[in-house]
């Protein structure tokens, strides 16, 4: 007889325990020990439990484990949460078999041992039947679903509840995620705003709105959101940094010319072209775009061209604005000298069309459905034991949670933006459509999408700054974990798993669309590398980019109008405060606007920086040392953002790693 001793450790989060008999059977190389009760008691949330049980003979290398728990019929059938199982067996090894999920009443779990293994590595019958069956269940359960033509596809559920276990919310952040939306409707109930249709009668009458949810930066909007400079700086360093380039031919469609703008120091605009200080907006994706009909009344959405002049002093202002993407007569070409209405009104309708490309572009189908796509992907095609699945993992935490919440309160046939935004009904897939055929690997990579736009030696460009520091820590942290795993392009290549992954991505996320210069496989160790960094980097940086600012910049609704409701001017000289206030939306959408920017811009208590891995799916040495390796140059970096942003009169906050989440969370 030998003697093996199994240490359970329950996950320390709420509903982990059970009151239910938890039994064990380990499988070796040389047999598999019988089904053991490991529990008398219950097994408390964020317990060890140390077990010691009998086998006839030893079993040789642990393979993996089976669990299951069964209640009685005095006992009710409750979720158990463990984190890991360790072995010890008689010869004195100690097998770690990492868990992290939910074991319910219904089935038996296998677990394989921590150490990852590509498929070309199992050299036992029982590692590879378990293998396959954990993917062939997988794909059982994370099944995908077409919702829109020409858009990526999502998964297959009926709502969040509909969702496996583990990748819900945890009761933690669905509490504080439902009571958060609670509080703000009540303070907008209690001030009667919420149902109201009329016109705001002035702007100071906006200022009340959340009078006690307020940021900096909110304040900072509010009482500057005129200024030309924040108009531009916001291209840079707001909620939608990704649009601007630098321009040196000024596009056919958009004719401005050397008389038209005043250019400081005696230069002209087409010097200035030349010298490379002009920068370009140009919101083409958005033309001939179905604009929605918010509670009966036809609104209205432009496909601006934006002209900026980076001055002497290094300061980024607009020069000229175009409302719509074909010249006329009737489509003027604002200026900053036109009269102040004329040049605000201009300003609100890009602000307007930035809301639209930025929420459903740059926010909702480049982080959050690509970040699904990364998922789903990585749940059908990776098992557990897969290098590549423990690496990308922890950055798939509750994205498909809050995407299926999204789909239901956001862009679902009763969600505020369908209901209430301009890009709203019809519009909406539309322009992920567009958008999505239009979209491509570099653009997806910030390095090479900072050189497109030519924008690698602007000043004061701090997402770019942040965001290329980030990106290289990225890189060099997965190039450390994939290379400790792949030898050569060889071993890249045969991993039929991880080019069935790619395949997936491919296929699914993008459609098949070879333009995209999506890779459809993987022929070298380099190509994975960056790949998986793009990964990584677009669902925790590129989402707090474009996420975490959302109230800062748009509590203060003017300065980002979620739909307008009258037609932008057809000659100068015809506007007043009186037409834009005509022209933005009334009370009772504005409230709802800002209810879901405040919603979507509260992290939760259990929110996960980037860097931080609080489950172990890695037991391996080297691996977990270049995660500590990686946590150490994030810290350093969120230093430097620090000591930075003190002299700053806007602090850029949004790619510090201390407020990036590790996956697409909210």
């Known amino acids: 007889m030998v003697l093996y001793e199994v240490t359970v450790y329950t996950g320390d989060r709420v509903c982990a325990a059970t009151l239910n008999s938890v039994h064990i059977r380990l499988v070796g190389t040389d047999g598999k020990s019988d089904r053991t009760l490991l529990n008398s008691l219950v097994i408390f949330r964020g317990s060890v439990s140390t077990y010691t049980f009998c086998c006839s003979k030893s079993i040789g290398k642990l393979i993996l484990i089976e669990l299951d728990k069964r209640h009685s019929c005095l006992m009710p059938d409750d979720d158990w949460f463990p984190d890991k199982v360790e072995v010890k067996s008689p010869e004195g090894a100690i097998y770690t078999f990492p868990i992290h999920c939910w074991i319910s009443n219904r089935e038996t779990y296998r677990f394989r041992e921590g150490k990852a293994l590509r498929i070309f590595d199992e050299s036992n019958s029982s590692g590879e039947h378990a293998r396959h069956q954990e993917l062939c269940q997988r794909k059982e359960t994370y099944g995908w679903s077409e919702e829109s033509p020409g858009v990526p596809n999502c998964i297959e559920a009926d709502g969040p509840c509909t969702l496996p276990h583990e990748v819900r919310f945890s009761f933690t952040k669905d509490i504080e995620f439902k009571f958060t939306a609670g509080e703000a409707v009540l303070e ?307 991993d039929s798993e991880l080019q069935s992954w790619i395949r997936n991505i491919f296929e699914h996320g993008f459609l098949s669309k070879k333009e995209s210069g999506i890779p459809q496989s993987f022929a070298t160790v380099s190509e994975l590398i960056k790949f998986a960094t793009m990964v990584i980097f677009t669902c925790s940086c590129q989402h707090a980019a474009v996420n975490n600012g959302q109230y800062d910049y748009g509590a203060w609704m003017p300065n980002s109008p979620i739909t307008l409701q009258h037609p932008p001017p057809t000659k100068k000289g015809t506007t007043s405060e009186a037409t834009i206030l005509q022209t933005l939306p009334p009370i009772n959408v504005t409230v709802q606007g800002l209810t879901a920017y405040w919603l979507l811009s509260r992290p939760s208590s259990d ?35 620090s000591m930075r942003n003190e002299g700053l009169e806007i602090p850029y906050t949004y790619l510090d790693p201390k407020s990036i989440e590790n996956s697409v969370a909210i």
């Open 188 to 494: 907008l109930d209690l001030k009667g705003l919420e149902c109201s249709k009329k016109n705001w009668n002035s702007l100071d009458a906006m200022k009340h709105v959340f009078c006690d949810k307020h940021t900096t930066l909110s304040d900072y909007v509010q009482n500057h959101w005129m200024d030309d400079g924040l108009f531009a700086y916001q291209f840079l360093n707001g909620v939608h940094p990704t649009l601007i380039q630098r321009c040196k031919t000024l596009p056919k469609n958009f004719p401005v010319t050397d008389d038209m703008v005043f250019i400081p120091g005696g230069s002209n605009l087409s010097n200035e072209l030349k010298q490379g200080h002009v920068y370009l907006c140009d919101y083409k994706n958005l033309d001939g775009m179905p604009a929605n009909v918010v509670q009966g009344i036809q609104q209205y959405l432009m496909a601006p061209l934006v002209l900026f002049h980076k001055r002497p002093n290094d300061k980024m202002k607009p020069i000229a604005i175009q409302l719509k993407q074909i010249p006329a007569e009737d489509n003027p070409i604002f200026l900053p000298t036109d009269c102040m209405y004329d040049w605000l009104t201009a300003k609100i309708f890009v602000k307007s069309a930035d809301f639209s490309e930025h929420q459903l572009n740059a926010h909702l189908l480049r982080t959050h459905l690509l970040a699904e796509v990364f998922a789903v992907s990585l749940l059908r095609k990776l098992p557990m034991v897969h290098p590549l699945y423990k690496l990308l993992i922890p950055h798939t935490r509750y994205t498909l949670h809050i995407n299926e919440l999204a789909r239901k309160q956001l862009i679902g046939p009763t969600g505020i933006f369908t209901l209430f935004a301009a890009s709203g009904g019809k519009a909406l897939t539309m322009i992920l459509a567009r958008s999505l055929s239009s979209i491509t690997y570099r653009s997806l990579c910030i390095p090479d999408d900072i050189a497109d736009r030519d924008l690698e030696d602007v000043t004061d460009f701090y997402y770019r700054d942040d965001g290329l520091k980030l990106w290289n820590i990225i890189y060099t942290f997965v190039q450390g974990v994939i290379q400790h795993y792949y030898k050569s392009d060889e071993e890249v290549q045969k």
């Open 607 to 641: 929110f996960v920086p980037l860097g931080h891995y609080p489950e172990d799916h890695f037991t391996e040495k080297t691996p977990r040392q270049l995660q500590r390796d990686f946590k150490d140059k994030l810290d350093d970096v969120s230093k430097q953002i």
